[in-house]
């Protein structure tokens, strides 16, 4: 009897406790999201800080984007190929890959790309960064890490992932056109013409667009909040860095439902 | 405190700080006098780190207080405890070093964050800086390129590039050569004396330790258990101090790690053997 009560008893002080420690992670991430906004006008003054970011989170994930870009072009355009083919409408084939890369394709899986190669590096490097004291010292040095670490790293973020995403996208188009026209024959002014008239710049690339910069502010909170919240120990920031990468994915996946379902339903 | 009859230049009173269910400070009062260079002793774990980062307002204690110049550093604003912070230097443990800049760029760094000086002016201070603590040749180098030793003066250099009132030394000997040691020490005193700065070094080392110290106290399970000169901390024959400060094996800090008898277990193990035995025949 006295057993069961103890048992009951420690039940009890594990669910209050993880419950305690549920609510406050979650208040230290919005306070630490309210401060990592309210430190990002101050960082659009700091052009060097901003730039260096902007060359590590964005330019150095070019040539994954570009060469991912590409092929996913070249499949879907071979594809749409064979089942169009089949209808007398494989003219309609640039219409159909661009249509694929700028609603969908283009805007996740450019996300996905980056959060396994920029917000993995973002988790790892800020990790790092406490785990060597380097955030303590800029502390002490009187220099407030959110405005010099956690805001150009935040804004670098949204600005990258878009332009990724329409250089991914362009790419997945000429893609698309170089396997179609280039191998399988499709005539090059129906290629074109027909994508021109049935993609819309407002409801299909914009919104695209749309898509990508909530796919980086998810990103860029998720990856920076793991990076602050890491345990400093090398266990600690491995284990963060794949929280980055596994909880950015499937919040992109999630979230591009949810837009579509708003923005093409 | 009986060393300085100047206001103390940090104040501690009925500090009490815990980690989860961990005491690490209960109910800790002290002062650190202005233009001496305090000691803090104390086994590993004690918590001497974390009490340089609840003076610098990194950590806030759950309850007392902590006086800075006067302030208390955990009620003003932000924007004041980072002014209160300029007026600090601190030498990690690891040095913490900004890795993605040279020697010369990590001891520039405070300068070009908080004033507007001519580059050609920071210059002249970085390598004056630098030649401090000796190592204006490697003002080229990346932090990886640096030993241990070195990482730490650089660290020390970048400390007092905005000529702080106070200096912390986080463990500022530990696990050095004995000639950078040497070197550490007498950087230590010399700064302290040169630059008429108040230096509060952590630390468990306790020949280097005692070689500069102006003023000792040592912190054991929570507690303040002793303070004084070093004479005085030299002349503790007893207790707890006596075993600190010459580096006895048993004494209050018992040798084993509480546990049942000896005896007893030995009985429970042969026991089980028995038993084992009797089952497998």
Aim: proline share 4%; aromatic share 6%; hydrophobic share 45%.
């Amino acid at each position: 009897m006295a057993n069961a009560r103890q048992k009951i008893q420690s039940l009890c002080q594990s669910t209050g406790q993880s419950s305690i420690e549920l609510v406050a992670n979650f208040g230290r991430g919005t306070l630490f999201i309210l401060g990592v906004l309210s430190a990002t006008p101050s960082a659009l003054l700091r052009v060097d800080l901003l730039l260096k970011q902007l060359y590590v989170a964005g330019v150095q994930s070019l040539p994954i984007i570009l060469m991912a870009g590409l092929f996913v072009g070249m499949v879907l355009s071979l594809q749409g190929y064979n089942v169009l083919v089949d209808y007398n409408s494989e003219e309609a084939v640039g219409t159909m890959t661009a249509l694929s890369l700028v609603r969908e394709l283009g805007p996740v899986v450019a996300a996905l790309l980056f959060a396994g190669r920029a917000g993995s590096a973002l988790t790892a490097e800020i990790g790092l960064m406490r785990s060597t004291e380097q955030i303590s010292a800029l502390e002490m040095m009187a220099i407030d890490p959110l405005k010099y670490i956690y805001a150009p790293r935040f804004l670098a973020v949204l600005i990258s992932l878009p332009m990724l995403t329409l250089l991914f996208t362009a790419l997945g188009i000429l893609g698309g056109y170089l396997i179609s026209v280039g191998w399988l024959g499709v005539d090059e002014g129906a290629f074109w013409s027909q994508m021109h008239s049935h993609v819309d710049w407002h409801d299909d690339v914009m919104n695209g667009i749309i898509k990508s910069v909530a796919f980086a502010l998810l990103i860029a909170v998720i990856a920076l909040y793991q990076g602050f919240n890491a345990i400093p120990t090398s266990e600690g920031v491995s284990g963060a860095t794949t929280r980055t990468v596994v909880h950015a994915s499937l919040g992109v996946l999630a979230l591009d439902f949810m837009l579509t379902t708003l923005m093409f339903n | 405190m009986g060393v300085n009859t100047e206001k103390p230049l940090i104040e501690i009173k009925n500090l009490t700080f815990s980690r989860g269910n961990r005491k690490i400070f209960d109910d800790i009062t002290l002062s650190i006098p202005k233009g001496k260079i305090t000691a803090i002793m104390g086994p590993s774990g004690s918590g001497k780190t974390t009490l340089l980062k609840l003076i610098a307002g990194q950590l806030t204690p759950d309850s007392g207080e902590i006086y800075v110049l006067g302030e208390n550093v955990h009620t003003v604003s932000r924007k004041r405890i980072y002014q209160l912070r300029r007026k600090m230097g601190m030498l990690f443990q690891s040095g913490a070093l900004l890795t993605d800049l040279t020697v010369f760029d990590n001891v520039a760094f405070p300068l070009r964050e908080h004033t507007k000086l001519p580059e050609s002016v920071i210059s002249a201070l970085v390598l004056m800086k630098l030649q401090a603590v000796g190592l204006r040749g490697a003002k080229a180098l990346m932090p990886a390129e640096l030993s241990g030793g070195m990482a730490r003066r650089v660290a020390l250099a970048r400390g007092i590039a905005l000529d702080p009132e106070m200096i912390f030394y986080d463990e500022p000997f530990v696990g050095q050569d004995p000639i950078t040691m040497g070197v550490l020490v007498e950087l230590i005193q010399k700064l302290n004396d040169s630059l008429g700065l108040t230096s509060v070094v952590v630390s468990h080392d306790v020949d280097e330790v005692l070689s500069i110290a102006d003023y000792v106290c040592v912190i054991s399970e929570g507690k303040l258990i002793a303070e004084g000169t070093k004479d005085q901390i030299l002349q503790e024959s007893t207790g707890y101090v006596n075993q600190f400060v010459n580096g006895l094996a048993d004494g209050p800090v018992p040798f084993h790690f509480p546990s049942d008898s000896y005896k007893e277990d030995l009985a429970k193990l042969s026991g089980m053997t028995v038993n084992d035995s009797k089952g497998s025949v």
